[in-house]
């Protein structure tokens, strides 16, 4: 449903977006070190504008960072 939504690219009143007064940052993640060269490669490399579609690309970002939080001990 989270990729209907983002491709939606209107609002939508399904859900309530929460002010982020009062988040505080705990963590920053990176990738395991056997990963690191290769996202670094990544993260170089350039790509024209039409190459990138940022609704799907952040979905599955999104969804990538969720299933790792999901098997992070102490994160519900």
Do not use: Q
């Not at 990729?3 to 009143?13: D, K, M, Q």
């Not at 920053?28 to 993260?43: F, H, I, Q, W």
């Not at 490399?45 to 102490?74: C, M, S, Y």
Request: hydrophobic share 40%; no cysteine.
């Amino acid at each position: 449903r989270l990729r209907e939504l983002l491709e939606l690219r209107e609002r939508t009143s399904e859900f309530t977006v929460m002010p982020a007064r009062g988040l505080v940052l705990e963590r920053v993640g990176y990738p395991p070190d056997a990963e690191l060269a290769a996202r670094n490669e990544v993260t170089r490399n350039r790509r024209a504008a039409h190459e990138v579609d940022p609704v799907t690309e952040g979905a599955d970002d999104a969804a990538r960072d969720l299933a790792r939080l999901a098997d992070t001990p102490g994160i519900a």
